[in-house]
């Protein structure tokens, strides 16, 4: 007996998630180049809304205010550094050194693809802090399910519980570290994420025995 074919209300379902899911990259993509190019404060829903080819009701309805369209960039800033690559590579990672040293790598790609975004973020308006908040609530959840692996391990500080480690990491991955170290200090991105591995090394991990 042939298989039943796939159900046509299935299909339709797929269809419009599908095309809901490109609706939301569409208005996100436009919102990054118009915050990018005017600046946060002078772009306006209309103005994302005719970039993006839709109406300003449709961006309303997926994301509800400009606040939540600023947040949900937050998650495209992560795409466009080749966030599921570094997840993978995260993943496949045993050694808690090599963890640490793919996280700071990873850190220094999502700040060099971010800059712009994130250098309007730090605009005073409650908008962009709601963006902020977003990103850094993201990166301490990232955080505390790579510090869990590497605390499941035995390789954290005998002296540091695993929500110490997490609070130490995320000080030390935060924007304001990379910009003082790139914009401040003149540092290569490749020499940020050098010293960034080095340091959570150092503030996270039981030193190894020396060889001899």
Do not use: H
Not at 60 to 84: N, P, T, W
Not at 112 to 131: C, F, Y
């Amino acid at each position: 007996m042939a298989a039943p074919a796939s159900s046509p209300r299935r299909y339709r379902s797929s269809r419009r998630e599908a095309q809901a899911a490109q609706t939301r990259t569409d208005i996100l993509t436009a919102a990054r180049e118009l915050f990018e190019s005017a600046g946060f404060a002078a772009t306006t829903i209309s103005a994302v809304a005719a970039r993006a080819g839709v109406s300003t009701q449709t961006v309303y309805a997926v994301f509800g205010s400009k606040a939540k369209l600023a947040a949900g960039m937050v998650e495209l800033m992560e795409e466009s550094a080749d966030a599921a690559q570094w997840r993978a590579r995260l993943d496949t990672e045993r050694d808690p050194r090599r963890i640490l040293r793919a996280f700071a790598e990873w850190t220094r790609a999502f700040f060099v693809a971010s800059k712009a975004q994130l250098m309007a973020a730090r605009e005073v308006t409650a908008e962009m802090e709601d963006m902020a908040r977003e990103g850094n609530s993201r990166r301490r959840d990232a955080l505390t399910e790579l510090i869990g692996r590497i605390g499941a391990t035995g390789a954290l500080k005998r002296d540091l519980t695993e929500a110490d480690a997490v609070d130490r990491a995320w000080m030390l991955t935060g924007l304001d570290t990379y910009l003082n170290a790139t914009a401040g200090c003149g540092w290569s991105p490749e020499r940020f994420a050098s010293w960034l591995a080095e340091t959570l090394e150092q503030q996270l991990l039981e030193p190894t025995a020396p060889t001899r």
